[in-house]
């Protein structure tokens, strides 16, 4: 975003709003979801919810508001303000019936598209269908939105982890070929949809290879959905774009150390502290670029604020970074050690699998760091079975898939 003198206000923007916000129950939009209920004083927040594992919208938003994340809020209260709208992002239209639409074209004033598969190995279809098409049929229903005030992309600050690219500011960056012709992203897309799923993953492979692209597809989908929201700026709403680096726990409101998942870093702290984690191929010195997850919704709403007052250019979104790696450095080897440090005085009273020990071997081997990761599977099994004793199913799979991925 661009550097100014103005200042704006949160609590103004959203005061007595409309808000639509998809991936309500994840961990970024859960946090914004709070924090809109608990300074932006809104009237409504619209929640995108699916059916996910046998659980229906309305469970689902039960269990979210029995997360420590809303024990400031009274949830008898704060339920009128909560609108469930049926809906599947990986259906067409994403699965919103048509009196739901009409709703939210007639009241929304902002958007909040946060919902996301932070996986990194999806197929190429998976990605652009529940990425790209997802976000173009959210962006298509947000144009009759006659009350939009701004729209707002979560997107990822990998989306442009192009190999050849030192630093990436705050602006869009296309793809394009070695003669510097800019690919187009629909074209793309497109392309890669017509085929059948191998031919579509060998494809995205070589465009990847001959473009000095991206190391997997989700940051490629994600690139590419960033160069779509591009073209919906200023027509006819504004567009923001936050690129949060890998969210944390909350460092403090709502509730200091919570954790709304167990992916990049945050898996690798709960790795050690099972006593899973006792090898590491990354080198020491890597920098971690982590931000806490109330720093990062607050950057989205920030982002949003500015955006719907006026702040930008009117031929590109504004474009704000979450990262606490400029205000608190942190190494891979920094991080490895204060997390040992730390369970070494305070070890897990249950699920615990280790020697207590808490030391962490660094191995440039790549054979001898597959083998490892082969002995460990016996201990992730361990793990899920106590955590399916302890009535945690979701928990058991959660770990599962986290380990194998």
Same mark, same amino acid.
């Given at each position: 975003?661009?550097?100014?003198?103005?200042?704006?206000?949160?609590?103004?923007?959203?005061?007595?709003?409309?808000?639509?916000?998809?991936?309500?129950?994840?961990?970024?939009?859960?946090?914004?979801?709070?924090?809109?209920?608990?300074?932006?004083?809104?009237?409504?927040?619209?929640?995108?919810?699916?059916?996910?594992?046998?659980?229906?919208?309305?469970?689902?938003?039960?269990?979210?508001?029995?997360?420590?994340?809303?024990?400031?809020?009274?949830?008898?209260?704060?339920?009128?303000?909560?609108?469930?709208?049926?809906?599947?992002?990986?259906?067409?239209?994403?699965?919103?019936?048509?009196?739901?639409?009409?709703?939210?074209?007639?009241?929304?004033?902002?958007?909040?598209?946060?919902?996301?598969?932070?996986?990194?190995?999806?197929?190429?279809?998976?990605?652009?269908?529940?990425?790209?098409?997802?976000?173009?049929?959210?962006? @298509?229903?947000?144009?009759?939105?006659?009350?939009?005030r701004c729209f707002m992309y979560v997107s990822t600050a990998y989306a442009n982890a192009h190999s050849d690219l030192k630093?990436?500011?705050?602006?869009?960056?296309?793809?394009?070929?070695?003669?510097?012709?800019?690919? @187009?992203?629909?074209?793309?897309?497109?392309?890669?949809?017509?085929?059948?799923?191998?031919?579509?993953?060998?494809?995205?492979?070589?465009?990847?290879?001959?473009?000095?692209?991206?190391?997997?597809?989700?940051?490629?989908?994600?690139?590419?959905?960033?160069?779509?929201?591009?073209?919906?700026?200023?027509?006819?709403?504004?567009?923001?774009?936050?690129?949060?680096?890998?969210?944390?726990?909350?460092?403090?409101?709502?509730?200091?150390?919570?954790?709304?998942?167990?992916?990049?870093?945050?898996?690798?702290?709960?790795?050690?502290?099972?006593?899973?984690?006792?090898?590491?191929?990354?080198?020491?010195?890597m920098a971690q670029h982590i931000v806490p997850g109330d720093m990062a919704s607050s950057v989205i709403l920030a982002s949003?604020?500015?955006?719907?007052?006026?702040?930008?250019?009117?031929?590109?979104?504004?474009?704000?970074?979450?990262?606490?790696?400029?205000?608190?450095?942190?190494?891979?080897?920094?991080?490895?050690?204060?997390?040992? @440090?730390?369970?070494?005085?305070?070890?897990?009273?249950?699920?615990?699998?280790?020697?207590?020990?808490?030391?962490?071997?660094?191995?440039?081997?790549?054979?001898?760091? @597959?083998?490892?990761?082969?002995?460990?599977?016996?201990?992730?099994?361990?793990?899920?079975?106590?955590?399916?004793?302890?009535?945690?199913?979701?928990?058991?799979?959660?770990?599962?898939?986290?380990?194998?991925?």
């Open positions: 975003m661009q550097e100014t003198a103005d200042k704006y206000s949160v609590q103004d923007a959203f005061q007595g709003s409309s808000v639509l916000i998809t991936g309500a129950t994840g961990y970024v939009g859960s946090l914004v979801l709070e924090q809109l209920l608990r300074v932006g004083h809104i009237s409504k927040a619209y929640l995108l919810v699916r059916t996910k594992q046998g659980e229906d919208p309305q469970q689902r938003l039960r269990s979210l508001l029995a997360s420590p994340i809303f024990r400031l809020h009274d949830c008898t209260q704060i339920n009128t303000k909560l609108q469930i709208i049926h809906g599947d992002l990986s259906k067409p239209g994403c699965g919103i019936s048509t009196a739901d639409e009409t709703q939210l074209k007639s009241h929304v004033q902002y958007v909040v598209h946060s919902a996301a598969s932070i996986r990194f190995d999806n197929p190429v279809h998976t990605d652009l269908k529940l990425s790209y098409m997802a976000t173009k049929a959210l962006a @298509d229903m947000a144009t009759g939105m006659q009350r939009l630093v990436a500011v705050e602006q869009l960056y296309p793809l394009q070929d070695a003669n510097g012709v800019l690919l @187009d992203h629909a074209a793309i897309t497109q392309h890669l949809l017509s085929l059948c799923p191998e031919q579509a993953q060998l494809e995205v492979e070589k465009i990847k290879q001959q473009h000095n692209s991206h190391q997997n597809t989700y940051g490629f989908c994600k690139n590419l959905t960033e160069q779509l929201m591009g073209s919906y700026h200023m027509q006819p709403y504004p567009v923001c774009i936050s690129r949060p680096t890998g969210v944390g726990a909350v460092a403090k409101t709502p509730c200091p150390g919570y954790i709304g998942n167990s992916a990049a870093a945050t898996a690798m702290i709960l790795s050690i502290a099972c006593g899973l984690g006792t090898v590491s191929s990354m080198p020491k010195g949003m604020a500015a955006t719907a007052a006026g702040q930008g250019c009117q031929t590109s979104p504004n474009i704000t970074l979450a990262d606490g790696f400029c205000s608190t450095p942190l190494s891979m080897g920094e991080l490895v050690s204060f997390t040992c @440090d730390y369970f070494r005085n305070d070890p897990p009273s249950q699920f615990q699998f280790g020697d207590g020990q808490y030391a962490v071997r660094w191995t440039t081997d790549i054979k001898e760091y @597959d083998e490892w990761c082969r002995t460990e599977d016996l201990r992730v099994q361990q793990l899920c079975e106590k955590l399916r004793e302890q009535g945690l199913p979701k928990a058991a799979a959660r770990e599962s898939f986290d380990c194998s991925s």
